[in-house]
């Protein structure tokens, strides 16, 4: 099995743990960043998209400018951009980069986030519309014949796109836990999204998705890609201390923001969240902080499960075996970012991936299993 590692994109130096407020980007951080997620070995780095942040399309092209390999996956989400300009937009940035786009389906996990932007469809419409954007993308990049659309959410006359993916299509994922994105994301993504739960319940998505990609013709599933915060140290002691500052920061944060009269990060950190995906972290979390072999579910406690939050702690080797146990159930792709942004991407770089890449390769070698073994500079991980 082929395992590719995803990082995410920081255009500055603001972090969970010590945030700038109103940081914009800055230029030479975004660069290099992006060049230590690829020196680190990292395949894909995502655009995050939010209400009120950064173009992701603008800071992909970016990055493909001063990298060689790794590959943008942009967020987007069908309310703010019609599907036939994101076709030729998609393409665009694929043949820039020579062929190293993606694109990552956000439905919309909140009807407060969502009518920001304007959009008051409920989630049941926003994943109907979900699939019919997918379908139109892999209409326009198949052939440059023009075509009509009447559909539920779109409709267009002799559309035709004359700007061709480099490799005839462009990889699609799509996220959530829910019914809905199982249902659109198993029949249509190749890239399936979750977020970090205990060995027994992501085994129980995988098979989730694989029946709705069953129930829709498929005779392959999406690959899945599975979400984590490593908090890494030398020893399973300088670990767990890393992880209780990380958690009394991510706390006093957190409580700042539910502090606020109002505003988006009071939102974020109060009340019930809507989406699915939140819900399950919140209740993996209600029985326990700590499950398997390294999950630590206690950040997202902290902090209402506001997007990928459960963490794997340890040695390098025991987060690189926690890592393979999730490789051993189906997850192909897996996404890590820490809260000490570049520096986390430098240490996963120098300890970590290559670790699970030894792993993979002794079994793809003698057919075996073997033991995860530490890579010396071990001393320079940071405590």
Do not use: C
């Not at 969240?273 to 206690?298: F, M």
């Amino acid at each position: 099995m082929t395992v590719e590692f995803i990082s995410l994109t920081y255009p500055n130096a603001s972090t969970e743990l010590n945030p700038i407020p109103g940081a914009q980007i800055d230029r030479k951080h975004l660069i290099r960043y992006a060049r230590a997620v690829e020196d680190a070995g990292f395949d894909y780095t995502l655009q995050p998209y939010g209400s009120s942040s950064f173009d992701p399309f603008v800071t992909a092209t970016t990055l493909t400018q001063h990298t060689e390999r790794v590959k943008p996956i942009v967020a987007l989400r069908p309310n703010n951009i019609h599907p036939t300009y994101a076709a030729k937009t998609l393409a665009t940035l694929d043949q820039v980069s020579d062929g190293r786009a993606a694109v990552h389906f956000i439905s919309g996990g909140s009807d407060a986030e969502q009518a920001r932007e304007g959009d008051f469809l409920d989630k049941a419409q926003r994943y109907s519309r979900t699939e019919e954007y997918i379908r139109i993308l892999r209409r326009a990049w198949e052939s440059p014949d023009a075509f009509d659309w009447d559909g539920e959410h779109y409709r267009f006359s002799d559309f035709s796109n004359g700007v061709r993916p480099v490799n005839g299509s462009i990889p699609i994922s799509v996220g959530g836990s829910s019914d809905e994105a199982y249902r659109v994301g198993g029949a249509l993504g190749d890239i399936f999204g979750l977020w970090g739960e205990p060995l027994r319940e992501t085994q129980e998505q995988i098979d989730r998705i694989g029946e709705s990609a069953a129930a829709a013709g498929r005779a392959d599933r999406p690959r899945v890609w599975v979400t984590f915060r490593p908090i890494i140290a030398p020893t399973e002691e300088l670990a767990w201390e890393k992880a209780a500052t990380v958690l009394d920061a991510l706390n006093r944060n957190t409580a700042a923001a539910s502090a606020a009269p109002s505003g988006r990060q009071k939102d974020r950190y109060t009340g019930s969240p809507q989406n699915v995906g939140s819900q399950r972290l919140l209740d993996i979390a209600s029985r326990g902080e700590r499950h398997d072999r390294a999950l630590w579910t206690a950040p997202a406690a902290a902090t209402n499960a506001a997007g990928a939050s459960t963490a794997l702690v340890g040695t390098p080797e025991t987060v690189a075996a926690a890592i393979l146990d999730y490789v051993d159930l189906g997850a192909e792709l897996i996404s890590i970012r820490g809260y000490d942004n570049l520096n986390d991407v430098i240490d996963y770089g120098r300890h970590l991936l290559p670790l699970v890449r030894q792993e993979l390769a002794h079994r793809e070698a003698t057919g075996r299993r073997g033991e995860v073994v530490a890579q010396p500079p071990l001393e320079g991980v940071a405590a």
